[in-house]
Each structure stands twice: as C-alpha cells, then as structure tokens.
C-alpha cells in the first residue's frame, strides 16, 4: 500500500507568514541578535534556518549579522543500525564557536522528540552554549522523550498512521506542508 496527500497544511503564503512570525519571536525573546546563532538540522530544517536568518536580518535595526549553521545527525541517531546498512552521512557545517552562543535549533516537523535529542548530543559535543532554543515549523506531537519547542509555527495533532511532510523549493520546487496517510493517491 502507498502513500496518499490526505490534505494541505500549509501554502506557500503561509509557511512564509509562520517564519517571519517566528523570526520575531526569537528577536523579542532573545532581545536582538547579540550573541544569537541559528543551525539547522539537515535537510529541510538547514533550508527553514537559512530563511530565518534572512528575515531576522530584515527585521533586526542593528543589522548585525547572525551566523548560520548546517547540522547533520545521522550518526548520532540512535536508529542507526535500523535505517540503512550504509547511511549516507553529509557533513555538520558550523564554521564559528557555539560556546556561550543563544542557539536556536530549526527542525522542520517535531514527532517523538528522537530528532531533537540527537542533535543537542551534537551540539554539546561541539562546545557549551550560553542556551539551545527550539524552533519547528510543525508540531504533531506523539513525543517519546520530554522535548518541547519554544517557537511553533503550527500544531497539527495526527494520528500514528499518518505523517506531516514538509515540502520546501528548495528540495522540493514547492512550499507546502501535507499531511500523508496510506492509501493511493487518485489520478
């Protein structure tokens, strides 16, 4: 049995709302960018970080530039062994110091929590920051571990069966969220 688009989540015009709501949110909460650093988790959540960095430099007066990091978990997932015999592993690229940095992790869909638990392992391999904040573009709940966002651009409660794909132009040639379940899609 395949996979079928149940619904639309999210359009274009709204994912680009939700990021620059976000945007601010981390602006207000972290007063400004002094000290403020954004990685994110490849694939989908590295693009949606990109962008914030984008808008916060729109919106910020100060103009003070705020690094960008890439972060790749997979070996830390501890799934691993369960995924594939041979993982495809993509470089972490952080190329400043995360020590004493407000970091905001960016994911694209918050689940079980797995995710977000592999990357802090990274992350405080990589130094001691200041602070690690959380930012998701969907949440569908369902966490196994005690994980929360601090920035949610959209709840979306799912059952097990179905799933929240987020598509980005980027990788995709589409901004859209959807929501899978298993199924056929009609022709």
Do not use: W
Not at 80 to 102: G, Q
Not at 126 to 131: A, D, F, Q, T, V
């Amino acid at each position: 049995m395949g996979l079928k688009v149940k619904t639309s989540l999210m359009d274009e015009q709204m994912i680009k709302r939700t990021l620059l709501r976000i945007s601010h949110e981390i602006l207000e909460r972290n007063k400004g960018t002094g000290d403020l650093a954004i990685i994110g988790i490849r694939c989908r959540g590295a693009y949606l970080a990109q962008r914030i960095v984008a808008l916060i430099q729109q919106i910020d007066a100060q103009k003070i530039t705020v690094p960008v990091g890439i972060l790749d978990i997979t070996l830390y997932r501890d799934d691993l062994t369960m995924i594939s015999s041979c993982p495809i592993v993509h470089s972490t690229k952080i190329d400043f110091d995360i020590s004493n940095k407000k970091l905001v992790l960016v994911d694209d869909v918050l689940f079980t929590g797995r995710t977000i638990r592999c990357a802090l392992d990274e992350l405080v391999d990589l130094g001691r920051p200041k602070n690690i904040q959380l930012a998701v573009l969907v949440d569908r709940g369902h966490r196994e571990l005690p994980i929360r966002a601090d920035y949610v651009g959209k709840n979306i409660p799912t059952t097990l069966r179905e799933s929240v794909e987020v598509r980005l132009k980027e990788v995709d040639k589409v901004d859209e969220v959807v929501l899978i379940v298993p199924g056929k899609n009609k022709k």
